[in-house]
């Protein structure tokens, strides 16, 4: 499956629509309180009141960029670092109105990006001098897959496949579908030669089949510490190179005891479905 731990954020492109759309439903005709400050020149801090990764630069430079060119944002961190509590990110200066009209919606593509960044470095860090990889899932929040996969890169973890349309994962109901497991691989080879291919087991002996197919990856579903360390004598006793991937509400209290077993990855949904947003406060300064 694909992976990557590059920081290049998506494309502008990709940036300004998600950015508009959160705009158009926050502003709508026209902000109507702050149009009651004054027009003045103004200044503005952001400061971080918790550790935390930061993310999400690109979406808040967006979106007073989307309201006002004049207004400027003044970063003092990359997407990345580690933040500590009381921490300045940025300063903004622009017209009052403007920083004032963008700061929610600024404020929460930042502090959702860095929730699930901050997330995925505590797993990446819980597993760290073990050859395992923390990847995501396609659970992410509507809308915000590419952001929260970016997101998910700045906190040290891999991205698995983008959607259902750049590689094939065969679950149990494709499985049941197609009539097997042999039947649900061959079938997936002849109408997507070219794409990576994942297959999901539950048992051991579903696991032997496949890597009897030469499947390239394997997720291992809701395995236990036995059966992943079974798991992982298994192939080596195959003399298979497939990639074995535990899944299955992998929390971060067992995730260290889950790389070692010996697994190459392990994909945690909850890092972009629970996203607890990281604390931050804007406020105007001069």
């Not at 798991?231 to 190179?241: C, E, I, L, T």
């Amino acid at each position: 499956m694909p992976t990557s731990i590059s920081l290049t954020p998506p494309d502008d492109a990709a940036v300004n629509a998600v950015v508009r759309a959160a705009l158009a439903e926050d502003v709508g005709t026209g902000d109507a309180t702050a149009a009651l400050a004054p027009g003045r020149p103004a200044r503005a801090r952001l400061i971080c009141r918790e550790e935390a990764i930061l993310c999400g630069r690109p979406w808040f430079d967006a979106v007073y960029r989307e309201l006002d060119r004049a207004v400027g944002v003044h970063w003092q961190a990359q997407d990345g670092d580690r933040l500590l509590p009381g921490q300045t990110v940025c300063e903004i200066t622009g017209p009052a109105p403007v920083i004032l009209t963008g700061e929610r919606t600024a404020l929460n593509f930042l502090q959702t990006l860095s929730g699930t960044a901050t997330l995925t470095r505590r797993y990446v860090d819980a597993v760290a001098g073990s050859a395992a990889r923390i990847f995501d899932t396609r659970k992410t929040l509507p809308g915000l897959r590419v952001a929260q996969k970016y997101a998910v890169r700045c906190g040290g973890g891999c991205n698995q496949r983008m959607g259902l349309f750049d590689a094939m994962l065969i679950k149990e109901n494709h499985i049941a579908a197609a009539g097997g497991i042999t039947a649900a691989v061959r079938a997936a080879r002849q109408r997507h030669p070219d794409l990576p291919l994942q297959v999901e087991v539950e048992t051991i002996e579903q696991l032997t089949e496949v890597l009897d197919l030469g499947v390239e990856s394997v997720l291992l579903d809701n395995f236990d510490l036995e059966q992943l360390e079974r798991a992982v004598a298994v192939r080596v006793a195959q003399g298979r190179v497939a990639a074995l991937e535990a899944s299955g509400g992998i929390g971060l209290a067992e995730v260290a005891r889950i790389a070692a077993t010996g697994v190459d990855r392990i994909s945690v949904g909850g890092l972009t479905k629970h996203v607890q947003a990281v604390d931050y406060s804007l406020r105007i300064i001069g």
